[in-house]
Nanobody
Framework: QVELVESGGGLVQAGGSLRLSCAASGRTFRNNAVGWFRQAPGKEREFVAGTSWNGKWPIYADSVLGRFTISKDGTENAVYLQMGSLKPEDTAVYYC?????????????????WGQGTQVTVSS
């Protein structure tokens, strides 16, 4: 069993930056893809970014491409989401998740472990 714990959320002004972290304990995700999803109030959970088991093949939602960067640290068994040029529409609870396979996927059904989420609020 793996436990994922996100951190790094908070309140930031539009145009600012935040770095989210996700640490795994128990079973690791060294051999799994990882992803970040978000859910805003009244909206469905949506894919944000994901990367392959070795961190070399990231994919992004169009809405964050060029602003967010996902990275995976195999040594520390952690994954990060560097968010820049933040917009009010980025406001949401952000979740990290462990993939079932080696490659990142935009479908949340391809992830089998989830963190509790961290709130990101971007003010205008």
């Amino acid at each position: 069993q793996v436990e994922l714990v996100e951190s790094g959320g908070g309140l930031v002004q539009a145009g600012g930056s935040l770095r989210l972290s996700c640490a795994a304990s128990g079973r690791t995700f060294r051999n799994n893809a990882v992803g970040w999803f978000r859910q805003a109030p009244g909206k469905e959970r949506e894919f944000v970014a994901g990367t392959s088991w070795n961190g070399k093949w990231p994919i992004y939602a169009d809405s964050v491409l060029g602003r967010f960067t996902i990275s995976k640290d195999g040594t520390e068994n952690a994954v990060y989401l560097q968010m820049g040029s933040l917009k009010p529409e980025d406001t949401a609870v952000y979740y990290c998740a462990r993939g079932r396979g080696l490659a990142a996927n935009r479908n949340d059904e391809e992830y089998d472990a989830w963190g509790q989420g961290t709130q990101v609020t971007v003010s205008s």
